[in-house]
């Protein structure tokens, strides 16, 4: 089995508030569900970018991972926006009817 890599999750603080980042991998694959979730959890308390600028493969369970992530952000309190999604990212979420551009915060990358 292939050995999952880990998703680096970068923290920034204005005042009291704490905003998180993570810069999604290209491949969102079966591979990446779980250190993308292990990756969100870590940074759970703050605000949270995604940034999707590099993806260009998606699979059901990231899509599953990041839903589930917003509906805990919004539990909690926070943003979790997603910014510079690529196209082939907007049309995995379009493809399984997943709608996010009330959480998507700039335009699609190129």
């Not at 880990?6 to 998180?20: E, Q």
């Not at 509906?71 to 910014?83: K, M, S």
């Amino acid at each position: 089995m292939a050995r999952e890599e880990a998703i680096d999750v970068m923290k920034s603080t204005t005042g009291h508030a704490s905003l998180y980042e993570i810069n999604l991998p290209a491949s969102l694959d079966l591979r990446a569900a779980v250190p993308l979730a292990t990756a969100l959890l870590s940074a759970r308390g703050g605000g949270m970018r995604l940034d999707g600028s590099q993806v260009k493969t998606v699979g059901a369970q990231c899509l599953q991972v990041i839903i589930s992530a917003r509906q805990t952000w919004e539990r909690d309190g926070f943003p979790l926006t997603i910014v510079n999604p690529t196209e082939d990212f907007l049309a995995a979420c379009a493809d399984t009817g997943l709608d996010i551009d009330s959480i998507v915060e700039s335009e699609p990358a190129r």
